[in-house]
Nanobody, 127 residues
Framework: QVQLVESGGGSVQTGGSLRLSCAASGVRYSSMYMGWFRQAPGKEREGVATIYIGDGSIDYADSVKGRFTISRDNAKNTVYLEMNSLKPEDTAMYYC????????????????????WGQGTQVTVSS
């Protein structure tokens, strides 16, 4: 059974930073995608950043490029999302997700191709 456990959310002011962590268990960590997605009230879930564990290929949403960094620690089966220069529009519930299966190329930021989800962690950015 795949389990994803997120941590690191919180409240910051505009321009602040947060680091999210997602620890994966019960899965062959090396052959999957892991990604961060977010959903604000009344809005659709959107992909933020994803990484293919096998070769480290990374994709970012345009809205976070240059501000967010996704990384992995294979020894800990953990993926991180470093968020800098946070804006109020980054406020959302952030979810970690994993996909086990064929590579999906340009669809890696599409939430519908992911199989497993964490419980979510809230990020709130105040102006």
């Amino acid at each position: 059974q795949v389990q994803l456990v997120e941590s690191g959310g919180g409240s910051v002011q505009t321009g602040g930073s947060l680091r999210l962590s997602c620890a994966a268990s019960g899965v062959r960590y090396s052959s999957m995608y892991m990604g961060w997605f977010r959903q604000a009230p009344g809005k659709e879930r959107e992909g933020v950043a994803t990484i293919y564990i096998g070769d480290g290929s990374i994709d970012y949403a345009d809205s976070v490029k240059g501000r967010f960094t996704i990384s992995r620690d294979n020894a800990k089966n953990t993926v991180y999302l470093e968020m800098n220069s946070l804006k109020p529009e980054d406020t959302a519930m952030y979810y970690c997700a994993s996909r086990i299966g064929l590579r999906v190329g340009s669809y890696s930021l599409n939430w519908s191709v992911y199989n497993y989800w964490g419980q979510g962690t809230q990020v709130t950015v105040s102006s």
